[in-house]
């Protein structure tokens, strides 16, 4: 996939000839060529692991710094970042990027492919790689940065800049909350934040009104067996069985206890017992992730899993003190945008990009987003949060003629065209900002 140069970004917001661009987008392109390019290739070539992104939050605290009149807190979760710009009386914006990288070997074939490798909080040392796009967003926050503060004159209220940590093991965003993000700093009316869509066109964003991405559950099952002989499996209690039942079971609760209509996924993803051909192992691990679209449904796909988990030990006539163990050491609830602020904030990105480039959302995945628990009921904040494209069109059209299937996200093959991806999600967020903070 070849990289779109600054020209070609321009085409992609001028192919709606009523719409004139707006002026700030010019700038954008200008920072792109200058330096913002290099720093996104930096970023690329230097991905860190979840928790563990020093490098990187130094990178964004300096860069946050050098925007005038910003103020940067760091290490706020762990390795997060807060940047805060006031301008005068009025709402207060958040501006949302994540900063993490994946244990991935990198296979993309791009120049600034990664050879990173890192030891994670896990303790494992694995190669490190922005299968996800986290680098967009990062250098996108710096470019809207930018662009706001030499905006000033337009708008009205207080913008926080935040780069978050450790999306991918959805505990970032929870972890600034539970470090006083919004008490230590401006607790913001309205929180914002975009994700790069490897199968999405360049120059289009996309928001629903309502939900935008799955709520992601990590769950944890240990089956405790009974060791033995393996041929004599009667004076023992069989780990790998048992879970084997387990993994059948648990579909059950998608497709005889979900509505059909209403979206749900379980996929067992690992799967660890024993350790030779002839032993009974004492147990068997699962490694589970659970998906939905509100949280009712959330809630009693997770109670199912632990009464089926139950049941299969209770079936097999395990003891009280070895049934299955549920353990969820990783989740986010489902990311919903506020539907009427989607409303207006979609109507402002049709005037400022053109209304074919805000393209209607469609859920193709069950992905999930932690910028859930910044918007969640308790806090009070409406939150929107957009897609962008990263796609080109010649990829896209090939992929449908049967050609060459775009990459998927968390692939090692993953590559998104950056320029108008940053581009467009910097010029998009702008335009976001100064709807929300205009001048009365």
């Avoid at 350790?275 to 992730?289: F, G, W």
Wanted: charged share 20%; proline share 6%; net charge negative.
């Amino acid at each position: 996939m070849r990289i779109v140069f600054p020209a070609a970004v321009a085409l992609l917001f001028a192919s709606t000839a009523a719409i004139a661009e707006p002026d700030y987008a010019a700038a954008i392109r200008a920072d792109y060529a200058k330096d913002l390019g290099k720093m996104w290739e930096d970023f690329h070539r230097n991905p860190e692991l979840s928790f563990r992104e020093y490098q990187t939050a130094a990178k964004m605290a300096a860069a946050l710094r050098a925007v005038p009149g910003i103020v940067v807190t760091e290490k706020v979760g762990g390795t997060g970042v807060v940047g805060v710009l006031e301008n005068g009386a009025g709402p207060t914006v958040m501006l949302r990027a994540d900063m993490d990288g994946l244990p991935l070997e990198e296979k993309s074939g791009l120049a600034v492919m990664s050879k990173a490798r890192q030891v994670g909080i896990d303790g494992v040392d694995s190669p490190v790689m922005h299968a996800c796009g986290h680098d967009t967003h990062i250098t996108g926050l710096i470019a809207t940065a930018r662009r706001l503060a030499a905006l000033k004159d337009r708008w009205s209220g207080t913008i926080v800049f935040i780069a978050q940590p450790a999306e991918e093991r959805l505990g970032g965003a929870i972890a600034m909350i539970k470090d006083g993000l919004y008490t230590r700093f401006p607790k913001p009316d309205y929180a914002i934040g975009w994700h790069v869509d490897a199968s999405r066109l360049v120059g289009t964003v996309s928001a629903a009104e309502g939900t935008q991405y799955s709520s992601g559950d990590a769950i944890d099952i240990t089956v405790p067996g009974i060791g033995a002989h393996g041929a004599a499996p009667h004076q023992g209690k069989d780990p790998v069985y048992m879970a084997s039942q387990l993994v059948i079971a648990l579909q059950g609760l998608i497709s005889r206890e979900r509505p059909p209509l209403d979206p749900g996924v379980i996929t067992v993803g690992s799967f660890h017992a024993g350790a030779k051909h002839n032993i009974i192992s004492e147990e068997a691990r699962l490694q589970v992730t659970l998906r939905a679209n509100n949280e009712e449904r959330r809630a009693e796909l997770i109670a199912g899993v632990k009464r089926v988990a139950a049941g299969i030990g209770e079936l097999n006539g395990m003891p009280k003190d070895k049934m299955p163990v549920v353990t969820i050491p990783e989740s986010t609830p489902v990311t919903a945008n506020d539907p009427a602020l989607a409303r207006r904030l979609n109507a402002a990105l049709a005037t400022a990009l053109g209304a074919d480039h805000v393209t209607p959302f469609e859920q193709t995945t069950m992905g999930s987003e932690d910028f859930a628990y910044f918007v969640t009921a308790d806090t009070g904040v409406k939150g929107y949060f957009f897609a962008v494209g990263g796609a080109e069109k010649a990829a896209i059209d090939a992929e449908k003629a049967g050609g060459p299937a775009i990459p998927s996200h968390h692939s090692p093959f993953f590559r998104i065209s950056p320029e108008p991806a940053v581009v467009t999600g910097a010029t998009a967020m702008t335009a976001v900002v100064l709807d929300l903070l205009k001048k009365s």
